[in-house]
């Protein structure tokens, strides 16, 4: 059965041909850059590194003798796979493959000449201009929401009208609400009227070595994640160093799978590079394994953990 060529077809971009393969199937799809939801970042992630395996294996048999077809074929099913994935992050590809290419072209020396290294690949000169890649998606975001004025506005809960920022004294109540609805959905149903002082007492006392963000939707908090800063026992003849533990993270219910917990990861992260921390670490819950795996951390198997016993242990000679 043949189909008719459709008007996206004729484009000599790729992206009006996923924007078309996305809306027929009704596949994930954002006019500005954000993060889609952890399930779709993982699909889009798997489709790729199939794809990049399926043409790894046609170049190989194409080496062998076998034809250029299958070749061709991967080759293809590589870009449409990465035209779709900018799609689900609403990137404008094209613009960001145009503003490489400009980059691209100023890889020369001094002398104006390419430098190549033995293998044949252009390498970075003194004349290199890296691309400005976070204009190229800004400028995609204002065009997006200069369209969205005529349009039906996004959801509250979308992570472009969420604002993530350092948590303040005055947040200190919204703080203690977050952490009475996370308990909540860890089976915690218990009231306590004097929770907010307490958290508040425990929060002031422990901002001199923890930092702390918030995810803000209108004037609610909706989200939350603090670093626990510590400072290594100084060492004679080497640099006193810090590192980070990761804590407390955590968004409502109601405002995941909208990018908010990638926006406090990456905060956090850019604080502790900014910080020279050495090192950031974490007790993730098994949902939230994925999102710090393709953060860049990785399982860790040096620490020991003692627990208390059951019954604690008295002196003997019955003293108490």
Do not use: C
Request: aromatic share 6%; no cysteine.
């Amino acid at each position: 059965m043949t189909h008719p060529t459709s008007p996206a077809a004729e484009s000599r971009s790729p992206a009006p041909l996923l924007r078309e393969f996305h809306e027929r199937f009704d596949l994930h799809r954002q006019d500005r850059p954000g993060h889609p939801s952890p399930q779709v970042a993982e699909l889009r992630q798997r489709l790729i590194e199939e794809e990049v395996a399926e043409l790894a294996e046609a170049v190989r048999l194409a080496a062998d003798g076998a034809g250029l077809d299958r070749v061709a074929h991967e080759l293809a099913d590589v870009v449409y796979v990465a035209y779709g994935t900018a799609l689900s992050y609403g990137i404008d590809l094209d613009a960001v493959l145009a503003e490489v290419h400009r980059s691209n072209l100023s890889k020369l020396g001094q002398d104006g000449r390419p430098v190549r290294r033995p293998d044949g690949k252009v390498l970075r000169g003194e004349q290199y201009e890296p691309p400005r890649v976070a204009a190229v998606l800004a400028d995609r975001s204002a065009t997006g929401e200069r369209a969205a004025g005529t349009a039906e506005p996004a959801s509250p809960a979308s992570a472009d009208y969420v604002v993530v920022r350092q948590a303040e004294a005055a947040d200190t109540a919204g703080l203690a609400e977050l952490r009475r609805a996370w308990a909540a959905e860890q089976g915690a149903h218990e009231t306590e009227p004097g929770f907010a002082n307490r958290f508040a007492g425990w929060w002031h006392a422990e901002t001199s070595h923890r930092v702390t963000w918030v995810a803000q939707s209108d004037a609610a908090l909706v989200g939350m994640v603090n670093l626990a800063i510590f400072d290594r026992m100084p060492t004679p003849g080497r640099q006193a160093v810090r590192w980070g533990y990761l804590a407390n993270a955590f968004v409502l219910p109601e405002h995941r799978n909208r990018g908010i917990g990638h926006r406090l990861l990456d905060a956090v992260l850019a604080y502790a590079d900014g910080e020279g921390l050495v090192r950031v670490v974490l007790n993730p819950s098994p949902r939230s394994v994925p999102l710090y795996l393709r953060a860049g951390f990785s399982s860790a198997h040096q620490l020991m953990v003692r627990r208390p016993p059951a019954e604690p242990t008295r002196p003997a000679g019955g003293q108490r």
